[in-house]
């Protein structure tokens, strides 16, 4: 016999000696993660995550060094009717007076009537670092609060970055706590169902967690090489517990299945290592690509993601290889204890008294129209999977707004009124201009003209009464204009106005200025920028993805076929995605059952996420069927009788660790943002597609359809058939036997 191949090896090590094991990998977790907080994060700066225009612009405003303290404002309007304007500016008076005394407020300003006398605006500038600001917001609240107290008869409101913030980070908060507390108990839920017993469910959610406790500490580690961003640990989460629990599910349940049919426990763990724990090698690697893929979008934001995903996925790949056979082989026929009943019984019952796997109805059912007749289903089924994807065609990208934001908090609801008064506080283009300090009063004068020109264009806000607020730096070099619009910032006349910002106005006002360099910033422009730089880099990553993964996929199962349909399902899966999230969100019809109002786009990052993250996840399951139905080949069946084992045998457990996925990202569907809630719904829909049509009805169809062809390979990559390792049960005859 030769050499045993280093998963079975490994996990024969790793199962001899169990506590040498467990306590490696308890070790190794601890080091992780406690290296990893000693070193500290390095996040990412506002250069790094430049892009386009818009963060050319961000730098320029970077370089003049402004003073830009945190400000708030006190929002006064009627309850009903028109503003009494005497009370008003009582209100007024007496928050002045009493916001002076709070510490934390640096200056507080003279009250700002609306243009149409219908609310007045006392503007209030905080001290210290405005990146605390909202830490610090709620004294300021309470005093506003106890104007509104004393003025009943008037509207009273505070309103600005730092407590609209306080008020999101409240919301969100809450949002994310549910979404943890809820995310653990329902795959554990999930996988008592799947195991029937409760340390068989505990086992993939212990090597799970650990897997994204070391993950953490090694992403910290890695920030210091590329920096990190504040969504780096939610997807580490995300995507270690989803591949956690995946690879160990799939273990775990080939160990049980080996067991059942009579094999001693070494036994039936090299046979798992060898099976599954090859497939979760391959299918890790495929991840990896994956999420590798992300690095050439030239993006910090995916650039941290990339990182973060493929140390969690290396470390969960190495846990299944090595701790895991260690906790099977230590817990033995444990792991089925303690029963749950009526579980135990209907799982036990897939096993039989005696350890042949006995296939339930309802896959049998699924999968006869494939193997009977494979065109028909195959044209239909992909078919109708292009049809949900057509959409896709459509696809606008923006990012969300501030009017995407939930109105559930006063914040929010102060906001709204705040900008319909008072239209030049709301969306804005930033004008950000660099040119020599003697060019500073030409640059003043150019950008006073642009703001008068751009005022009486409706596309724009008119200029307030006070004039244009124009910043110039200390050294003189660096000179901003904020011009307003009064359209949100997802509004076509939105985009409209920045175009004719950078293609008309701001040349032509600057056009004559030596040395001089523009660009602009602001909401809408960094919404237009990052849409075309995904647009621009989805296509790079995708080929990079596509073209490592077809390798990947050839060397694995030797057949150039069974890569190429590989990525084409895959793909098929992917686009009905997006075309699904398209029909959601674009639209309005669905805002009732997600609790969403429609931006009429899909978030600017999240088809290129998306794509890798799915791309990658679908590959566990597709690895993991097809090696069963190599399985059956190399024991001897026919295509069609392979096809029949492979699905049969691996469906009940790719469901199961479906169906986890599914209830853990649906719970993210339920968040209050319009980016999490598409995120939720993209990922959980595509993983019930991809592992029910396409694995259950579209590839036996086109497996059973191309018949021995599936393993055409050029003669340099075919290898002798191995043997296999396990003796697979007959394939049911009522599948097998229509011809």
């Not at 917001?137 to 509207?155: E, S």
């Not at 283009?429 to 009063?441: C, M």
């Not at 009486?456 to 901003?480: C, M, Q, T, W």
């Not at 009905?576 to 029909?583: Q, R, T």
Request: neutral net charge.
């Amino acid at each position: 016999m030769g050499r045993r191949p280093v998963t079975v090896r490994v996990a024969r090590w790793s199962a001899e000696h169990p506590w040498r094991a467990i306590a490696l990998w308890a070790v190794f977790v601890a080091v992780c993660f406690v290296g990893g907080n000693a070193a500290g994060l390095k996040e990412a700066t506002d250069a790094d995550m430049a892009i386009g225009e818009f963060g050319r612009a961000d730098i320029i405003v970077t370089e003049g060094n402004f003073d830009d303290p945190a400000v708030e404002n006190v929002l006064i309007t009627p309850r009903a009717g028109e503003l009494d304007i005497a009370k008003a500016r009582a209100a007024a008076a007496d928050a002045a007076q009493r916001l002076r005394q709070v510490i934390g407020v640096a200056s507080v300003g003279a009250p700002v009537p609306s243009r149409d006398g219908g609310a007045l605006l006392v503007p209030i500038t905080m001290s210290g670092d405005p990146e605390t600001a909202s830490d610090r917001v709620q004294p300021l609240r309470d005093a506003t609060a106890q104007v509104q107290a004393a003025h009943p008869q008037l509207r009273v409101e505070q309103v600005g970055g730092p407590s609209i913030n306080k008020a999101l980070d409240d919301t969100l908060g809450k949002d994310f706590k549910r979404a943890e507390l809820l995310s653990l108990p329902v795959t554990l839920a999930i996988l008592i169902i799947a195991f029937g017993a409760l340390i068989a469910a505990g086992v993939p959610v212990l090597l799970a967690l650990s897997s994204v406790a070391a993950a953490m500490g090694l992403s910290t580690l890695a920030s210091h090489l590329v920096p990190a961003t504040d969504t780096t640990a939610s997807v580490i989460l995300l995507i270690g517990m989803a591949v956690g629990v995946d690879y160990s599910l799939f273990y775990v349940r080939r160990e049980r299945e080996e067991r059942a049919r009579g094999r001693s426990g070494l036994d039936a763990v090299e046979i798992a290592a060898e099976t599954s724990g090859h497939a979760v090698v391959v299918s890790g690697f495929a991840v990896i690509i994956s999420m590798a893929g992300l690095l050439l979008a030239n993006d910090a934001v995916f650039s941290s993601l990339a990182v973060g995903s493929i140390l969690v996925v290396a470390v969960a790949v190495t846990g299944s290889l090595t701790v895991l056979p260690a906790l099977l082989a230590k817990l033995g026929r444990w792991v089925d204890r303690p029963r749950v009943p009526l579980l135990w019984r209907l799982t036990a019952a897939r096993t039989g008294r005696h350890g042949e796997p006995v296939r339930p109805r309802f896959w049998p059912a699924v999968l006869r129209p494939a193997l009977k007749a494979p065109l028909a289903t195959l044209v239909v089924s992909v078919g109708l999977l292009l049809a949900l994807a057509a959409p896709a065609l459509g696809m606008k990208l923006k990012f969300p707004g501030m009017e995407d934001l939930p109105r559930t908090t006063p914040a929010m609801q102060a906001y709204d009124r705040l900008t319909g008064a008072f239209p030049s506080t709301g969306t804005s283009h930033t004008v950000a201009v660099r040119a020599p300090a003697e060019q500073a009063d030409r640059v003043r004068g150019a950008l006073t003209g642009l703001a008068g020109r751009a005022g009486g264009d409706p596309l724009f806000a008119p200029v307030e009464s006070d004039g244009p607020k124009i910043e110039v730096s200390a050294d003189r070099r660096v000179s901003v204009l904020e011009v307003a619009t009064p359209y949100a910032s997802r509004d076509d006349r939105a985009v409209r106005s920045l175009h004719e910002l950078r293609d008309d106005l701001l040349p032509a006002a600057l056009r004559d200025i030596p040395g001089v360099e523009y660009a602009v910033g602001g909401g809408v422009a960094a919404s237009e920028d990052y849409a075309q730089h995904v647009q621009e880099k989805l296509p790079v990553v995708m080929a990079f993805v596509l073209a490592l993964t077809f390798l990947v996929m050839t060397w694995t199962f030797r057949s150039v076929v069974v890569a190429f349909t590989s990525i084409l399902l895959n793909l098929l899966s992917a686009g009905a995605a997006y075309g699904l999230l398209v029909l959601v969100f674009q639209g309005s019809w669905a805002e009732g059952v997600l609790g969403f109002t429609s931006m009429g786009a899909i978030v600017s990052w999240l088809p290129l996420f998306l794509f890798v993250v799915l791309f990658g996840l679908s590959m566990d399951y597709h690895v993991f069927v097809v090696s069963r139905i190599r399985e059956g080949l190399r024991a001897g069946m026919s295509n069609r009788e392979a096809v029949a084992y492979g699905i049969t045998s691996s469906a009940e457990v790719v469901t199961s660790a479906a169906i986890v996925m599914v209830g853990v990202f649906a719970i993210f569907a339920s968040l209050s943002t319009i980016d999490m809630k598409q995120l939720g719904v993209g990922l959980a829909a595509a993983i019930l597609l991809d592992a029910t049509i396409i694995r259950a009805v579209v590839l036996p169809s086109l497996m059973t359809l191309l018949g021995d062809a599936n393993w055409w390979a050029p003669r340099f990559l075919r290898a002798r058939a191995a043997a296999p390792p396990a003796d697979p049960p007959a394939p049911a005859p009522e599948l097998v036997g229509a011809r």
